[in-house]
């Protein structure tokens, strides 16, 4: 073998080095839940540059490889063009995944003694005898994001801490992007550092939001909020003993999850289903959907239902500047989701979005209430036509309370002041 074909051979070895890390980065990229919602959701040109890059590397060095063999000419321009462009593929290939990799697996993990309290959903939440349910939702904190409103989410949570050590609070749902990067463990110890400074005794039940599985966040979001080991035992034992002394409305739902993003929690006649639509229905398997199915059926139709999601259905909202796609009436979700729910459960409420809303379709209510922080969307170009409530700006929570007449829901401004209400009858 000359030299020319030896170079050629170099060449190629390390463009097809450099397509199988980026292959490989990007295999195990789309294999988190996210990912795909993240690349259909207008945010493909990283990928693609990534794959573009490998494959044109693959071409030149293979183009010069052959030409050289074949016509024993030198061609310095190309060889050299493919030498740059074969250890550029290798080196951004495996200067990304090595980034993400080392930034999504490295460093701790929180400890239990990092966390807020994390009951297990199958446990069921228990109430006391002497007054009915009362819980609060509120979502898209973004806790680490610089421009998000931080005193928002701190009067929130100041908020529910009082309740709850008031006694007029039972729990806090929280529907996703806690953090900007999922990735990142700094943001994931900001978010749990100021629940578990600001609410130390609040209940937290949480769901995974787009930003939050950004790029094997899962990882972390699992690690943060999932109620396992001994910390969630204590806390479990802890609920039943509470359960047993109070002499609540107690129904125990001992059923297996479908996945960790997925979770049924039974609050007397209330019951609460947290769906796994991070970005849209990409991530929501079969299994997940029989999941889903067999719960609606299993739980009384005078009773209420409530479903949580992190990506919303109906809603109001505008065309992103920066990737051209609606957020608003989440065409995907409303087609492949929303029939399983419409005119069955009472209420879905979800964040994603940052308004606050409240939407009367399909024989169903739908809430939206992106509003614990996180900075507000634009003014939105697309009003839904089921809107009842609408609002912009403002930060908050929704209350859910079991009242005579049904089920209570209030849109609440960071200072407890009722922007919206309304009673969702019993059946
Ligand atoms: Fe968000
Ligand atoms: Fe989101």
């Not at 490889?65 to 050299?80: E, N, P, Q």
Request: net charge negative; hydrophobic share 45%.
């Amino acid at each position: 073998m000359d030299e020319r074909n030896r170079f050629g051979t170099w060449q190629i070895w390390i463009a097809a080095t450099g397509a199988l890390v980026s292959g490989a980065f990007l295999l195990w990229a789309f294999s988190r839940p996210g990912t795909l919602g993240l690349y259909r959701w207008g945010y493909k040109a990283p990928f693609l540059a990534l794959m573009g890059l490998a494959a044109f590397a693959l071409i030149v060095t293979g183009a010069y490889r052959i030409i050289a063999s074949k016509t024993g000419r030198r061609i310095v321009f190309l060889g050299c063009f493919g030498a740059i462009v074969a250890i550029l593929s290798l080196g951004v290939g495996g200067g990304v995944a090595t980034f993400i990799l080392l930034k999504a697996y490295g460093g701790d993990l929180p400890a239990a003694a990092d966390k807020p309290i994390l009951p297990d959903p199958r446990l069921g939440l228990a109430v006391p005898a002497s007054r009915s349910l009362r819980v609060a939702l509120s979502s898209d904190p973004h806790f680490d994001r610089d421009i998000s409103n931080h005193e928002a989410t701190a009067a929130i949570l100041t908020r529910a801490q009082a309740e709850v050590q008031a006694g007029s609070l039972d729990a806090f749902f929280m529907l996703g992007d806690f953090v900007e990067m999922g990735f990142l463990a700094s943001g994931w110890n900001a978010a749990l550092g100021e629940l578990k400074r600001l609410a130390p005794d609040v209940p937290f039940y949480a769901l995974m939001g787009n930003h939050d599985a950004m790029v094997g966040g899962d990882r972390r979001w699992r690690a943060a909020f999932q109620p396992s080991g001994p910390e969630a035992k204590s806390i479990n034992d802890q609920q039943s003993s509470q359960a047993a002394s109070d002499q609540p409305v107690f129904q125990s739902a001992a059923f297996a999850q479908p996945s960790p993003y997925m979770w049924r929690l039974d609050a007397g006649r209330v019951h609460f289903i947290a769906i796994n639509l991070p970005w849209g229905p990409e991530d929501f398997s079969r299994r997940e959907r029989t999941w889903l199915a067999a719960q609606l059926d299993s739980i009384p139709q005078d009773d209420f239902t409530v479903v949580l999601s992190h990506s919303f259905f109906h809603s109001s909202g505008y065309v992103d500047e920066d990737t051209g796609m609606p957020w608003y009436e989440h065409a995907e979700n409303l087609v492949s989701v929303a029939p399983l729910l419409a005119s069955r459960v009472d209420l879905v409420v979800s964040g994603h979005n940052h308004y606050m809303e409240w939407i009367e379709a399909d024989g169903t209510a739908w809430a939206v209430v992106g509003a614990m922080g996180g900075k507000p969307d634009p003014e939105p170009s697309y009003r839904s036509t089921g809107s009842v409530f609408f609002s912009r700006g403002k930060f908050g929570r929704l209350v859910l309370q079991l009242v005579t007449a049904g089920l209570s829901c209030s849109f609440e401004d960071i200072s407890g002041q009722t922007l919206f209400s309304r009673i969702i009858p019993w059946s």
